[in-house]
């Protein structure tokens, strides 16, 4: 069964905010109270996928010659109810 999470009262996390969040950024849970009654949880992000950057797809798609013709352009509008 896992650790219980770090509990903070109203004061403490306000002034040891730093040292909650980088708790949090180790993979922590952080419970923050008023009063004693717990209101607030605080929880690491998900991690967010790294791109490889522009053109990395490059070589890899083809587009048809008219990709961005006015005709394509108003089938694509009229297929989404736009005026073309």
Known sequence: MGEAAAQYNMHEAKTQLSRIIERVEHGEEVIIS????????????????????????????????????????ASIADDFGLPS
């Not at 008023?34 to 607030?40: C, F, L």
């Not at 991690?47 to 990709?67: H, K, M, P, Y």
């Open 34 to 73: 008023r009063a004693g009654r717990p209101v607030a949880k605080v929880i690491p992000l998900p991690a967010t996928v790294r791109r490889s950057g522009r053109g990395a797809l490059s070589g890899r798609i083809s587009f048809a010659e008219d990709w961005d013709s006015p005709e394509t352009n």
